[in-house]
């Protein structure tokens, strides 16, 4: 009797052993491969699966977006620049069965491949279209990776590159480029404003010319615009340019009329001589002081 029991307490020990290694759960985001004697047989979908224990072999793979960093890479970019390149990658998988078959470790080969892909595509750009093109760069890295995945039952969804390391005297030079290019455009701005400043002025003086009454009006503005300070002296702006021709036109008008000969029958004024110089003697009898010869002259 106890013979029998112990044979039963160890069938059922067996059986409870055996259920455990038969019964499986795949997740939500995987499947199962399932090998029966080495052969691939299908995949399991989500769930609580039996196989046959020491007989079946169920490898779950993960159907999740999985993030790979792909290390830095010291790049010669075309130019003869070095830099340190890093990027990251982000691939799927969509054929559990050939990313079983095919491959052995799925992840360690997207790396290697992502690495030397990455590698080579920098190495065919120059540094300015490395730090400007990097959408351009992604997608050649990401079409690379497809056509070489595509046997593995992997799918890369996107490649973005990281970070981009330059040499510090690189940085420098850099600096001293956009310090340049940011004093062009500054004195382009300025030399276009005072374009525009001189445009505007000349089409004022325009106007001024055409409407003389515009220029007087403007000096009263200016005197509007200095008695706003409470200033005890007030500046009257007149017309120079208008001044001097005026004046230059009097002094021609008494040029001219100075040099006109003088009509018929008009007296021509005679000039007057001048009195002649006023003298006196001085007595040296009044004066004993006086010099030897006893006359001074004097005014």
């Known amino acids: 009797m106890d013979a029998v029991l112990a044979t039963l307490v160890v069938v059922l020990a067996l059986a409870l052993i055996g259920l455990a290694l038969a019964v499986k759960v795949v997740r939500q985001y995987e499947q199962g491969v399932l090998f029966r004697l080495g052969r691939v047989q299908d995949v399991r979908l989500p769930g609580l699966r039996l196989i046959i224990p020491f007989v079946d072999v169920l490898h779950r793979v993960t159907l999740r977006i999985i993030t790979m960093p792909i290390q830095s890479q010291g790049i010669i970019t075309r130019d ?17 069965i050939r990313s079983v078959v095919a491959i052995a470790d799925v992840r360690s080969a997207i790396d290697q491949i992502a690495q030397t892909t990455l590698r080579k595509v ?3 750009h120059t540094l300015d ?8 760069i992604n997608t050649d890295i990401r079409a690379i990776l497809d056509v ?9 969804t996107l490649v973005e590159l990281k ?5 510090e005297s690189m940085k420098r030079a850099m600096a001293r480029q956009a310090e340049a290019e940011r004093e062009k455009r500054a004195k382009i701005i300025n030399a276009e404003g005072e374009h525009l400043a001189a445009t505007a002025l000349g089409d004022a003086s325009d106007i001024m010319m055409e409407h003389p009454l515009a220029l007087q009006l403007r000096n009263l503005q200016s005197l509007v615009e200095l008695g706003v300070d409470k200033n005890t002296t007030v500046v009257f702006p007149a017309p120079l340019m208008t001044t001097i021709a005026e004046l230059g036109a009097f ?3 008494e040029t001219a009329a100075a040099t006109r000969p003088a009509p018929a029958g008009v ?18 009898e009044h004066f004993p002081a006086a010099s030897t010869n006893g006359h001074a002259d004097g005014r």
Do not use: H
């Not at 279209?129 to 351009?136: G, H, K, R, W, Y």
């Not at 070489?148 to 890369?156: L, Q, S």
């Not at 007296?267 to 001085?282: C, D, R, Y």
């Open 80 to 96: 003869n620049v070095s830099v340190d390149v890093s990027a990251v990658a982000y691939f799927k998988v969509v054929d559990p």
């Open 122 to 124: 920098v190495g065919q």
């Open 267 to 284: 007296p021509v004024p005679v000039p007057v001589a001048a009195p002649a110089e006023a003298s006196w003697t001085i007595d040296p």
């Open 129 to 136: 279209e490395t730090l400007s093109e990097t959408d351009q």
């Open 148 to 156: 070489a995945t595509v046997e593995w039952g992997v799918e890369v």
């Open 163 to 167: 970070d981009i390391q330059l040499p």
């Open 251 to 253: 002094m021609e008008r």
